[in-house]
């Protein structure tokens, strides 16, 4: 039987107390540590912290009309067009292009003389163009910044947030020809396409673009991607058909969204079909931003109507349904904003409902600003708080 030294049982005791001291003072000194670092960062974890408790539940705007300046009134008519834009109200008229604030005063307006007249609006600026005619021009609320005629006819133009022009015009010898001018009006690329290009979208920073153009194949109008630099001859790649016609395309980290007449997809960064979605029904609308897509469609004979929201090109689209047909719908900040007959709703892309207001039956869209939806009807726009 072992023998045991009564002072080396008093040591080891004393040991295992001094270690269970030591571990004590350990782990109080990292959560002090812990604790000293959460409360000098707490402008940066606490606004996201107290976000996820009111995530699940859903804002109630209350839909009321602004007052003061508004409504706005268009003389005109229907065929005006909205957008705004860098806390700009951007309105064009058959006859005239006025700039607003988001407070509905006037800061701005001027006549134009074109006939087809087309608006694109970005980052304060605004873009007009005639369908079928030669000239343009971009502008802000303090003024033309340049114009331009041309040779050829226009078939459309684009405008990107750092103020770059794309403007697509008919060709003798090619099917069409692409023009993209600095924000000072010159020239620093051009392209001369065979495809029949039905939208353009730039890439960040304007360095670039994407191409989207139909052609026949089996019979079909399929659509493909071409991904541009505006300092390199060649394409950086070109997709393979997606199976409709598409209608517009937007730029996503390298790849594309196409926004087609009875389907849309997407196209990823090395020019690939990543994923396609037919609708059932008809296309109310559509748009993307940042890779995150909402398309609206809706079926009268099924008495179904939904929205598809896409996270990006890799995951299946949420659906949602609605009992009555579709309006329009938006993408902004992450939320997707879709109008009924009676409301107006933000859903985020989970497809959870974040946001409601309720409006009457009498408008025809609307557009986004960071605080306010306004609202379009014949020959008014209203205006309306929206907390999302």
Known sequence: MPMYDANDIVEQKNRDKRKKRLTRLIILLVLVAIGGTLYLTNEMWLPKLRGLGRQYSTIVNDGRLAEGNFPIEINGGAQYQLSCTDENVIVMSDAYIYFYNEEGGEVR??????T???MEANNGRALLFESGGTEFSVED?????????????????????EGYTAVVTTSDNYDCEIYVYDRKGTVIYDRKC???VND??????SKGCVISYFYAENGTLVTSVQAASFTEEKEKWNSPGLDTLGLDVYNFDGGAFVLGFDACGYVD????ISSFYRYQGDLAGGESENGESAVIINSDDRRRYEMALFRDGSSEPIIIEFDSPL???K??????????KDAVLAYDFTGKLRSTAKVNDSYTGFVRSDNYVFLKSYNKIDRINYES
């Open 109 to 114: 307006r001027r006549q134009h003389a074109l």
């Open 116 to 118: 087809n007249a087309l």
């Open 141 to 161: 609320r303090a003024g033309v910044l340049y114009s331009s005629k041309l040779e050829k006819n226009i078939m459309f133009a684009r405008l990107s947030k």
């Open 194 to 196: 065979v495809e029949h």
């Open 200 to 205: 353009i979208s730039f890439t960040e920073g």
């Open 269 to 272: 960064s090395s020019g690939q």
């Open 327 to 329: 309006i329009d719908v």
């Open 331 to 340: 993408v902004s900040d992450g939320l997707a904003y879709v109008m009924k």
